[in-house]
């Protein structure tokens, strides 16, 4: 009877051995999950961070191209502002030009008139 007795101390205590390791497992698989979500959180988070940046580069690079564009549209304005008071110059002496033309023209056929005059004479 004592070995049968120690038989049995000894079955309860491999059962309740086994419950308990069913136990860890159960907890260890939990904790598994636990970490592999927190794997999956670290991951999104490190992803936004990197987004983060990066719209913070795009926001830099688009302030600059901002002052570019202004600085741009400032020239842009000043040779529009030359070249129109380039064109009236432009237009003015052409105008004068034509009426420069035209007094010579006048003075070349009076001369012409003074000419025969003068050579029938």
Request: hydrophobic share 35%.
């Amino acid at each position: 009877m004592g070995a049968e007795n120690i038989i049995r101390v000894l079955r309860t205590k491999i059962k309740g051995l086994q419950n308990e390791m069913e136990a860890l497992q159960v907890d260890r698989n939990k904790q598994t999950e636990a970490c592999r979500k927190l794997q999956v959180k670290v991951k999104a988070l490190e992803d936004r961070n990197k987004w983060q940046q990066q719209a913070g580069m795009l926001r830099d690079s688009l302030k600059k191209q901002e002052i570019l564009h202004s600085s741009t549209v400032a020239k842009l304005t000043q040779q529009e502002s030359e070249n129109l008071s380039l064109n009236k110059e432009l237009e003015s002496v052409r105008r004068e030009l034509r009426t420069t033309v035209q007094s010579y023209k006048a003075n070349e056929v009076q001369l012409d008139r003074s000419l025969e005059e003068l050579k029938k004479l």
